[in-house]
């Protein structure tokens, strides 16, 4: 391999480095909807140049999760109200699919793997911890629905949840109901109810609207007070 690509691969390295980092930083809160992404100050403050940092900016963009704004530049997308509604509805009929799915087509192992994972989750808290499970747990149900089509619309619906920041499993009464959520389903899931697992995993994203709708709204009212 020559100097010149040597360079080139580490640059390619360095910016979907870049690129995971502002993710997880959107995933999390620390990069909030309608922040401004300054190439200069994010360089900086990520210790690379700022090649790598446009290039995340490039590839976020293409994610839908940053849009540049008139007289602002690159920022963080923010969702109205609308379309956080509609994003819901979105993930409740996919992932109501997926379970229906996994209740048919899921090995043992994958079923006794889920079941295991929600019990790691129940003693996991609140936290960076339990919003980790609770994302292995849902693509763990994705891939034992066995459904190519579903995973790849599944994909560009999670980067567009990102946008709404940290997990609710950071709140501890959310937790707790996530896990109960999750056990209801195990058990359509384990008798291979098609239908019960499809309703329950319906209600599980049909609660986690409710909140992110309260948070949001919450959100918003203590901006209004400044």
């Given at each position: ?61 293409a994610d839908g999760l940053v849009a540049h704004l008139p007289r602002i530049g690159a920022s963080v997308r923010k ?15 996919l992932e109501g699919t997926a379970a229906r799915l996994a209740a048919r087509a899921a090995s ?119």
């Open positions: 391999m020559s100097t010149e690509d040597e360079a080139q691969n580490g640059g390619a390295s360095q910016g979907n480095a870049t690129y995971q980092r502002l993710l997880d930083e959107i995933r999390e809160g620390r990069l909030m909807p309608g922040e401004r992404l300054r190439e200069t100050e994010l360089a900086e403050r990520l210790g690379v140049s700022r090649t790598p940092v446009r290039e995340a900016i490039r590839q976020l963009e969702l109205d109200y609308a379309e956080v509604m509609e994003l819901y509805e979105m993930r409740a009929v043992e192992v994958e079923l006794l793997e889920l079941a295991a994972l929600n019990e790691q989750l129940a003693g996991a808290g609140t936290g960076p911890e339990a919003s980790r499970l609770n994302r292995i747990f849902h693509a763990t149900l994705l891939d034992a629905a066995k459904n190519r089509f579903l995973a790849r619309s599944m994909l560009s619906l999670q980067r567009a949840l990102m946008i709404l920041g940290p997990s609710q499993l950071y709140d501890s009464a959310r937790a707790v109901e996530a896990v109960e959520e999750h056990r209801h389903l195990l058990e359509a899931l384990m008798v291979r109810d098609g239908a019960a697992a499809e309703t329950a995993m319906r209600a599980h994203i049909e609660a986690a609207q409710r909140m992110r709708i309260r948070t949001l709204r919450e959100r918003d009212r203590g901006m209004d007070d400044f």
